[in-house]
C-alpha cells in the first residue's frame, strides 16, 4: 500500500471523526475516526526515514501546526471546549522525541553520549 492511500484513508477518517463530532455524536463514526491518529503517526515515522534535513522536517510541521491552532482554537471555542493544542503538536513532539532519540545513546555507564549528528 502506499503512502498516498494510508495518508487518503487517514484524511477520510479524520474526516468523519470531525463530521461526527459536529453533527451526529454517534460512538461508531467516533470510532471510525479514530483510525486516523495512528495512521498519521506511521506516516511522520516514514517522512523521519525518508527526508535530507529533519531539522527543516520538524519546523515544516510545527509551522503547520501554528497556522492551523488558529482555527482549531475557533472551533474549540464553539463547542466551549477550553483551549488545547492541535494534534501536529504531538506529532511534532514525537518527531522532536524520534530524532533526539537518533542522536543519542545510552553507553555502558548509563550516560548520554551525544553522536555527531549525522544520519545512519
Do not use: E, W
Not at 25 to 51: E, M
Request: hydrophobic residues 50%; contains cysteine.
Amino acid at each position: 500500500m502506499s503512502s498516498f492511500i494510508v495518508k487518503f484513508i487517514a484524511i477520510i477518517g479524520m474526516t468523519i471523526d470531525h463530521v461526527n463530532d459536529i453533527f451526529y455524536k454517534q460512538t461508531a463514526l467516533n470510532v471510525i475516526g479514530r483510525i486516523a491518529f495512528p495512521l498519521f503517526c506511521f506516516q511522520i515515522v516514514v517522512g523521519y526515514s525518508k527526508t535530507r534535513s529533519i531539522p527543516k522536517y520538524i519546523l515544516r510541521l510545527l509551522g503547520f501546526a501554528i497556522i492551523t491552532q488558529i482555527p482549531y482554537t475557533f472551533f474549540m471555542n464553539a463547542i466551549n471546549a477550553g483551549f488545547s493544542l492541535n494534534v501536529l503538536f504531538t506529532l511534532s513532539l514525537g518527531l522532536i522525541v524520534m530524532y533526539i532519540y537518533d542522536l543519542t545513546t545510552i553507553n555502558n555507564k548509563g550516560k548520554i553520549d551525544i553522536i555527531d549528528g549525522k544520519r545512519k
